[in-house]
Protein backbone atom coordinates (compact mmCIF):
# COMPACT_ATOMS: atom_id res chain seq x y z
CA UNK A 1 0.00 0.00 0.00
CA UNK A 2 1.53 3.20 -0.93
CA UNK A 3 2.10 5.81 1.65
CA UNK A 4 -0.11 8.60 2.02
CA UNK A 5 3.32 11.31 1.86
CA UNK A 6 4.43 9.60 -1.13
CA UNK A 7 5.32 12.44 -3.61
CA UNK A 8 2.91 12.78 -5.86
CA UNK A 9 3.44 12.96 -9.83
CA UNK A 10 2.33 16.05 -11.13
CA UNK A 11 0.87 16.41 -15.01
CA UNK A 12 3.42 19.11 -16.55
CA UNK A 13 -0.34 20.23 -18.07
CA UNK A 14 -1.69 21.29 -15.08
CA UNK A 15 0.81 23.11 -14.15
CA UNK A 16 0.14 27.22 -14.15
CA UNK A 17 1.50 29.44 -16.70
CA UNK A 18 3.14 31.39 -14.11
CA UNK A 19 5.30 28.09 -12.73
CA UNK A 20 6.18 27.14 -16.32
CA UNK A 21 7.77 30.70 -16.72
CA UNK A 22 9.03 30.22 -13.43
CA UNK A 23 10.75 26.60 -14.34
CA UNK A 24 12.01 28.60 -17.82
CA UNK A 25 13.46 31.21 -15.82
CA UNK A 26 15.29 28.99 -13.41
CA UNK A 27 16.21 26.69 -16.03
CA UNK A 28 18.05 29.49 -18.38
CA UNK A 29 19.96 30.94 -14.92
CA UNK A 30 21.05 27.38 -14.66
CA UNK A 31 22.24 26.99 -17.68
CA UNK A 32 23.85 30.20 -17.99
CA UNK A 33 25.76 29.63 -14.71
CA UNK A 34 27.20 26.21 -16.16
CA UNK A 35 28.40 28.11 -19.31
CA UNK A 36 30.10 30.85 -17.09
CA UNK A 37 31.78 28.59 -14.82
CA UNK A 38 32.90 26.55 -18.03
CA UNK A 39 34.13 29.19 -19.76
CA UNK A 40 36.10 30.74 -16.14
CA UNK A 41 37.80 26.98 -15.56
CA UNK A 42 38.79 27.21 -19.13
CA UNK A 43 39.90 30.51 -19.04
CA UNK A 44 42.07 29.14 -16.16
CA UNK A 45 43.53 25.90 -17.59
CA UNK A 46 45.10 28.74 -19.90
CA UNK A 47 46.65 31.01 -17.57
CA UNK A 48 48.17 27.88 -15.81
CA UNK A 49 49.28 26.20 -19.07
CA UNK A 50 51.34 29.41 -19.99
CA UNK A 51 49.11 30.14 -23.44
CA UNK A 52 46.82 32.60 -24.04
CA UNK A 53 43.83 31.40 -25.70
CA UNK A 54 43.14 32.87 -29.01
CA UNK A 55 39.58 33.02 -30.38
CA UNK A 56 38.43 31.64 -33.63
CA UNK A 57 36.05 34.22 -35.79
CA UNK A 58 32.84 31.31 -35.26
CA UNK A 59 33.79 31.74 -31.62
CA UNK A 60 34.24 35.18 -31.19
CA UNK A 61 30.40 36.02 -33.20
CA UNK A 62 28.99 33.31 -30.38
CA UNK A 63 30.44 34.83 -27.30
CA UNK A 64 28.77 38.54 -28.79
CA UNK A 65 26.15 37.20 -29.57
CA UNK A 66 25.78 35.85 -25.58
CA UNK A 67 26.68 39.69 -24.73
CA UNK A 68 24.10 41.11 -26.65
CA UNK A 69 21.43 38.48 -25.66
CA UNK A 70 22.36 39.37 -21.95
CA UNK A 71 22.30 42.94 -22.35
CA UNK A 72 18.86 43.00 -24.13
CA UNK A 73 17.88 41.07 -20.83
CA UNK A 74 19.29 43.42 -18.62
CA UNK A 75 17.93 46.36 -20.71
CA UNK A 76 14.17 44.56 -20.45
CA UNK A 77 14.91 43.99 -16.36
CA UNK A 78 15.47 47.99 -16.12
CA UNK A 79 12.17 49.41 -18.33
CA UNK A 80 9.66 50.30 -15.89
CA UNK A 81 6.23 48.12 -16.77
CA UNK A 82 2.83 49.77 -17.55
CA UNK A 83 0.87 47.89 -14.83
CA UNK A 84 -2.10 47.23 -17.29
CA UNK A 85 -4.81 44.34 -17.64
CA UNK A 86 -5.39 44.41 -21.40
CA UNK A 87 -8.65 43.71 -21.86
CA UNK A 88 -9.67 40.44 -23.59
CA UNK A 89 -13.06 38.55 -22.14
CA UNK A 90 -14.93 41.87 -21.13
CA UNK A 91 -16.01 44.38 -24.20
CA UNK A 92 -13.60 47.21 -24.29
CA UNK A 93 -14.21 50.15 -26.72
CA UNK A 94 -11.72 52.49 -25.32
CA UNK A 95 -9.44 54.35 -28.43
CA UNK A 96 -5.78 54.58 -27.73
CA UNK A 97 -2.97 56.06 -29.89
CA UNK A 98 -0.63 53.94 -31.66
CA UNK A 99 2.76 52.64 -29.80
CA UNK A 100 5.78 50.76 -30.34
CA UNK A 101 3.98 47.46 -30.63
CA UNK A 102 1.09 46.95 -31.94
CA UNK A 103 -1.13 43.80 -32.61
CA UNK A 104 -3.17 42.88 -35.61
CA UNK A 105 -6.26 40.69 -36.28
CA UNK A 106 -8.32 40.14 -39.87
CA UNK A 107 -11.51 38.37 -40.26
CA UNK A 108 -12.22 36.75 -43.68
CA UNK A 109 -14.76 35.78 -46.17
CA UNK A 110 -14.93 33.41 -48.90
CA UNK A 111 -15.23 33.62 -52.32
CA UNK A 112 -14.66 31.21 -55.49
CA UNK A 113 -16.10 27.82 -55.92
CA UNK A 114 -17.25 26.87 -52.44
CA UNK A 115 -15.89 30.11 -50.87
CA UNK A 116 -12.82 28.49 -50.37
CA UNK A 117 -10.72 31.44 -51.27
CA UNK A 118 -9.68 34.00 -48.00
CA UNK A 119 -11.20 37.51 -48.98
CA UNK A 120 -10.46 40.58 -46.56
CA UNK A 121 -14.03 41.61 -44.58
CA UNK A 122 -12.58 42.67 -41.69
CA UNK A 123 -9.41 44.53 -39.74
CA UNK A 124 -8.39 45.52 -36.60
CA UNK A 125 -5.41 46.87 -34.59
CA UNK A 126 -4.81 47.44 -30.82
CA UNK A 127 -1.99 49.47 -29.01
CA UNK A 128 0.83 48.24 -26.92
CA UNK A 129 -2.47 48.58 -24.28
CA UNK A 130 -5.09 46.91 -25.81
CA UNK A 131 -6.77 49.92 -26.98
CA UNK A 132 -8.19 49.96 -29.97
CA UNK A 133 -6.52 51.98 -33.09
CA UNK A 134 -7.96 50.46 -35.88
CA UNK A 135 -11.25 48.43 -36.31
CA UNK A 136 -13.34 48.70 -39.64
CA UNK A 137 -15.06 46.57 -41.91
CA UNK A 138 -13.37 45.87 -45.83
CA UNK A 139 -15.38 45.70 -49.30
CA UNK A 140 -14.54 42.58 -50.40
CA UNK A 141 -12.42 42.99 -53.70
CA UNK A 142 -14.22 39.57 -55.50
CA UNK A 143 -17.90 38.12 -54.82
CA UNK A 144 -18.64 36.56 -51.71
CA UNK A 145 -20.24 32.74 -51.87
CA UNK A 146 -19.34 31.97 -48.32
CA UNK A 147 -19.60 34.32 -45.15
CA UNK A 148 -18.49 32.52 -43.14
CA UNK A 149 -20.47 33.85 -40.54
CA UNK A 150 -20.22 31.15 -37.82
CA UNK A 151 -16.71 31.75 -37.72
CA UNK A 152 -16.30 35.22 -39.01
CA UNK A 153 -18.79 36.99 -37.00
CA UNK A 154 -19.38 38.68 -40.80
CA UNK A 155 -22.48 39.26 -42.14
CA UNK A 156 -24.36 41.16 -44.92
CA UNK A 157 -25.04 43.87 -43.45
CA UNK A 158 -21.84 44.48 -41.82
CA UNK A 159 -20.90 45.13 -45.49
CA UNK A 160 -22.73 49.10 -46.26
CA UNK A 161 -20.00 50.58 -43.66
CA UNK A 162 -17.49 49.10 -45.37
CA UNK A 163 -14.46 50.89 -47.06
CA UNK A 164 -12.88 49.86 -49.92
CA UNK A 165 -9.65 47.70 -49.98
CA UNK A 166 -7.36 50.11 -51.43
CA UNK A 167 -7.93 52.54 -48.87
CA UNK A 168 -7.44 49.89 -46.43
CA UNK A 169 -4.94 49.07 -47.35
CA UNK A 170 -3.31 51.81 -47.60
CA UNK A 171 -4.46 53.44 -43.86
CA UNK A 172 -2.74 49.86 -42.19
CA UNK A 173 0.21 49.95 -44.35
CA UNK A 174 1.32 53.56 -42.68
CA UNK A 175 -0.25 52.29 -39.59
CA UNK A 176 2.39 49.46 -39.07
CA UNK A 177 5.47 51.04 -40.55
CA UNK A 178 8.33 51.00 -38.28
CA UNK A 179 6.32 49.50 -35.62
CA UNK A 180 6.46 45.48 -34.02
CA UNK A 181 3.70 43.81 -35.29
CA UNK A 182 2.14 41.23 -33.44
CA UNK A 183 -0.21 38.48 -34.84
CA UNK A 184 -0.88 34.73 -35.08
CA UNK A 185 -0.58 33.33 -38.15
CA UNK A 186 -0.17 37.12 -39.08
CA UNK A 187 1.21 36.33 -42.67
CA UNK A 188 -1.92 34.90 -43.75
CA UNK A 189 -3.50 38.56 -42.64
CA UNK A 190 -0.13 39.82 -44.37
CA UNK A 191 -1.20 38.06 -47.29
CA UNK A 192 -5.39 38.90 -47.76
CA UNK A 193 -3.74 42.70 -46.97
CA UNK A 194 -1.15 42.04 -49.99
CA UNK A 195 1.32 43.63 -47.70
CA UNK A 196 4.73 42.82 -46.52
CA UNK A 197 6.71 43.62 -43.24
CA UNK A 198 10.05 43.39 -42.06
CA UNK A 199 10.72 40.10 -40.89
CA UNK A 200 12.52 42.13 -37.94
CA UNK A 201 9.58 43.77 -36.89
CA UNK A 202 7.25 40.99 -37.21
CA UNK A 203 6.13 38.90 -33.93
CA UNK A 204 4.21 35.16 -34.81
CA UNK A 205 2.62 33.68 -31.79
CA UNK A 206 1.89 31.34 -34.04
CA UNK A 207 5.64 30.31 -34.47
CA UNK A 208 7.02 31.48 -31.25
CA UNK A 209 9.30 28.30 -29.61
CA UNK A 210 8.73 29.67 -25.98
CA UNK A 211 4.77 29.90 -26.21
CA UNK A 212 4.64 26.29 -27.73
CA UNK A 213 7.08 24.73 -25.15
CA UNK A 214 4.73 25.97 -22.21
CA UNK A 215 1.72 25.12 -24.02
CA UNK A 216 3.09 21.15 -24.37
CA UNK A 217 2.28 21.48 -28.27
CA UNK A 218 4.46 20.13 -31.17
CA UNK A 219 4.40 22.04 -34.67
CA UNK A 220 1.95 25.32 -34.67
CA UNK A 221 -0.64 25.62 -31.86
CA UNK A 222 -4.04 27.46 -32.37
CA UNK A 223 -4.45 30.77 -30.80
CA UNK A 224 -7.37 29.17 -29.08
CA UNK A 225 -4.82 26.73 -27.58
CA UNK A 226 -2.76 29.19 -26.51
CA UNK A 227 -4.86 31.32 -24.63
CA UNK A 228 -5.87 28.47 -22.94
CA UNK A 229 -2.66 26.63 -21.66
CA UNK A 230 -0.58 29.96 -21.42
CA UNK A 231 -3.16 32.57 -20.73
CA UNK A 232 -6.00 30.20 -19.01
CA UNK A 233 -8.85 32.08 -20.93
CA UNK A 234 -11.46 30.66 -23.11
CA UNK A 235 -12.01 32.56 -26.41
CA UNK A 236 -13.34 31.73 -29.77
CA UNK A 237 -16.43 29.57 -28.53
CA UNK A 238 -18.30 30.95 -31.42
CA UNK A 239 -18.12 33.72 -33.66
CA UNK A 240 -14.65 34.98 -33.52
CA UNK A 241 -14.27 38.53 -33.10
CA UNK A 242 -10.87 40.67 -34.68
CA UNK A 243 -10.39 42.74 -31.85
CA UNK A 244 -10.13 40.07 -29.12
CA UNK A 245 -7.86 37.54 -30.88
CA UNK A 246 -5.42 41.11 -31.79
CA UNK A 247 -5.69 41.13 -27.78
CA UNK A 248 -5.05 37.97 -27.00
CA UNK A 249 -1.88 37.69 -29.89
CA UNK A 250 -0.76 41.00 -27.75
CA UNK A 251 -1.28 39.28 -23.89
CA UNK A 252 0.90 36.25 -25.11
CA UNK A 253 3.83 38.40 -26.90
CA UNK A 254 3.96 40.25 -23.60
CA UNK A 255 3.75 37.08 -21.31
CA UNK A 256 7.26 35.94 -22.88
CA UNK A 257 8.07 39.25 -24.41
CA UNK A 258 11.73 39.62 -22.22
CA UNK A 259 12.95 36.19 -23.82
CA UNK A 260 11.26 36.94 -26.90
CA UNK A 261 13.35 39.43 -27.39
CA UNK A 262 16.55 38.36 -26.13
CA UNK A 263 15.87 35.32 -28.04
CA UNK A 264 15.63 37.18 -31.11
CA UNK A 265 18.88 39.38 -30.15
CA UNK A 266 21.30 36.19 -29.78
CA UNK A 267 20.39 34.86 -33.59
CA UNK A 268 20.46 38.54 -35.46
Given at each position: ?????????????????????????????????????K???????????G???????????K??????????????????????????????????????????????????????????A?????????K?????????????T???????????????????????????????????????????????????????????????????????????????????????????????????????????????????????????
Open positions: MASKHAAKTVDPKDLSPAWKVLQMKLKEEKEDKERAEAEKAEKQAGEDFTKVQSKKQKQMNRKRRAEQALAAASEVKRVHHDIPVVIADSERGEPTKVIAIDCEYVGAGMGGTTDILRISVVNELGILYDKFVKPTEKVDFRTAVSGIRPENMTKAIPFDKAQTEISKLIEGRIVVGHAVHNDFRVLKLTHTRKLTRDTAKCTILKNMANHQGKPSLKKLAKEVLGIEIQRGEHDSITDARVALRLYKAVDKQWEAEIKRYR
